[in-house]
């Protein structure tokens, strides 16, 4: 086993083009570590293509570049793409995992693998911690998981962390926050916004610092890594435009149901997590979710403010 105690792992990423992808992999370059950025897209700081799905791919990559760790972000995250075209998501979160899992035996390196709150079923009134049992409704979820057993069963050195609500990206933003920025785009007078799901906001940035720290530690296992304090999709947009002063746009509170031809796919009622390994390690320093909103819409939305 290397020795990751030092400032100067060699690290290569999977998924690096991705809405996280593109704050970890510079947050990891000015903590010192050298890092070789793959994809199956190449853009932004990605430098080589790689499909995950492919073991004789992710082997040779591994081979030549040597790691010190392998930290596998690449996921097919769409929930309506994983439930209607089951086995693509199974070989994107499955099979991408099981190949990162033997490049890291092989090379006897331990592996970081960023996984999600949609792991469980939402039934819990209070946060979901790190010891309770997964149990996912969505064949997206029900992917992830098993990516976690497979990581869990084969690489004893690993990091299983769990990410919530992801908040980030900037111009690779495709979730709730871009959709949200694109109707303002659009000039829309009234967005709906649904306040019958609990979740977590995650921001990337804080995630990644955090996240180097606890790779550095070498005390792995399974950690929880979202954002302080909870909301609904209803109050993630409502926040968003108190933030940029839209006064000029209505917010009209829906169920779930308003949008379920858009968005089929099952959803848990509550995905709130609490970071509860890293509270009793005295490390949980991520942000609040609206102070870390805010911060990312002063960053790369500016010209929405008013």
């Known amino acids: 086993m290397k020795n990751l105690s ?51 791919l992710m082997r040779e990559m591994a081979r030549e570049f040597k790691p010190d760790l392998l930290m596998h972000l690449a996921a097919e995250t769409d929930l309506e793409i994983c439930e209607s075209r089951t086995d693509y998501a199974y070989e994107e979160n499955f099979v991408g995992t099981q190949n990162a899992c033997v490049v890291c035996q092989e090379l006897d390196i331990p592996l970081t693998y960023i996984s999600t709150a949609g792991v469980f079923d939402g039934l819990k009134k209070d946060p979901y911690t790190e010891f309770d049992a997964p149990n996912p409704i969505n064949v997206y979820g029900a992917s992830k998981y098993a990516g976690e057993i497979a990581v869990r069963q084969t690489v004893p050195n690993h990091f299983i962390v ?76 409502s926040e968003m435009l108190r933030i940029l002063g839209r006064k000029d746009v209505e917010l009209k509170p829906v169920t779930s149901e308003f949008f379920k031809e858009q968005y089929f796919a ?17 490390m949980n320093d991520m942000p609040h979710w609206k102070d870390a909103l805010a911060d990312y819409l002063k960053e790369h939305f500016r010209g929405q403010f008013r």
């Open 6 to 56: 030092g400032n100067n792992m060699r690290i290569l990423v999977t998924g690096a083009a991705g809405m996280l992808g593109s704050s970890l992999v510079p947050v990891f370059k000015e903590a010192g570590h050298t890092l070789l950025a793959t994809d199956i897209n190449l853009r932004g700081q990605v430098t080589v293509p790689l499909d995950v799905r492919s073991l004789d």
């Open 162 to 237: 769990r990410a919530g609500w992801m908040v980030g990206g900037g111009a690779v933003d495709k979730k709730f926050v871009h959709k949200i920025i694109e109707q303002l785009d659009s000039k829309r007078t009234v967005i709906h916004a649904v306040t019958d799901r609990f979740g977590t906001p995650t921001y990337a940035p804080a995630f990644s610092r955090i996240l180097e720290r606890i790779v550095r530690t070498k005390v792995h296992g399974t950690y929880h890594l979202a954002c302080k304090g909870k909301a609904t999709r209803f109050d993630v947009a």
């Open 266 to 282: 099952p959803r848990p009622p509550s995905e709130e997590m609490l970071n509860y390994v890293l509270e009793l390690r005295r």
